[in-house]
Structures are given as structure tokens and as C-alpha cells.
Nanobody
Framework: QVHFVESGGGLVQPGGSLRLSCVPS????????VGWYRQVPGNPRELLGT???????DYSDSVKGRFTISSDIAKNTVYLQMNDLKPEDTAVYYC??????????????WGQGTQVTVSS
């Protein structure tokens, strides 16, 4: 079954930056509306922001001004640029949303996530 593949996570010092990528696991699917989420064990999943098919973005207050969501249609990729990272940003980051193909659309598609650790 098609899923998202997140990449770009890793260990970074406070104040550093990372760019995460989100792509469908099968190239025949195109990304539609997508949101970025993060989660730590024992905590609820947190919505960080969304990007629509038309490129409109919206952000949660916790990351507004530091995180930026963008997309590249040619590369069929959605990005999450994270700047001025803080230890509180440590979490597993996921993308979730819609993928489209000639056969139809699938909603609520998740990936395995990518770990982001912010520590000195």
C-alpha cells in the first residue's frame, strides 16, 4: 500500500536547522494536500502546519516564524524547513495527507516518520 517516506532528520544543536522531505513511496502517486506533524512518546500528535495543492500554507503558533512548508511539483516533494531549533522540537516528524493517481485518490496517508533530536 502506498505510504509517505520522510527523510532529513538527525541530530542537531540548539539553534541549528534541518530540512525534512516527504515523498510518496510509489512514483505513480502525486502528493495532494499535506500536513506536517510531530509526536513524542506519551504525548498527543501535534499538527505543525499544512500546505494545499495550490501552495497555500498555514502554521501552528508553536512553530510560526521558525518553520516553513513548501513543495516542488516537479520533484513531487513536500518540505519542512526548520530553523532555530530548540530541544523542545525533539520528536518524530511525520507527513500526512492525500495522494492522487489515475485510478483515484487516497486520503489519510502516513509514513514511518523521521527522528529529529535537538541537543548540545
Amino acid at each position: 500500500q502506498v505510504h509517505f517516506v520522510e527523510s532529513g532528520g538527525g541530530l542537531v544543536q540548539p539553534g541549528g536547522s534541518l530540512r525534512l522531505s516527504c515523498v510518496p513511496s510509489e512514483s505513480r502517486f502525486n502528493i495532494g494536500t499535506v500536513g506536517w506533524y510531530r509526536q513524542v512518546p506519551g504525548n498527543p500528535r501535534e499538527l505543525l502546519g499544512t500546505i494545499s495543492v495550490g501552495g497555500r500554507t498555514d502554521y501552528s503558533d508553536s512553530v510560526k516564524g521558525r518553520f516553513t512548508i513548501s513543495s516542488d511539483i516537479a520533484k513531487n516533494t513536500v518540505y519542512l524547513q526548520m530553523n532555530d531549533l530548540k530541544p523542545e522540537d525533539t520528536a518524530v516528524y511525520y507527513c500526512n495527507g492525500e495522494v492522487d493517481s489515475e485510478s483515484g485518490s487516497i486520503w489519510d496517508v502516513w509514513g514511518q516518520g523521521t527522528q529529529v533530536t535537538v541537543s548540545s
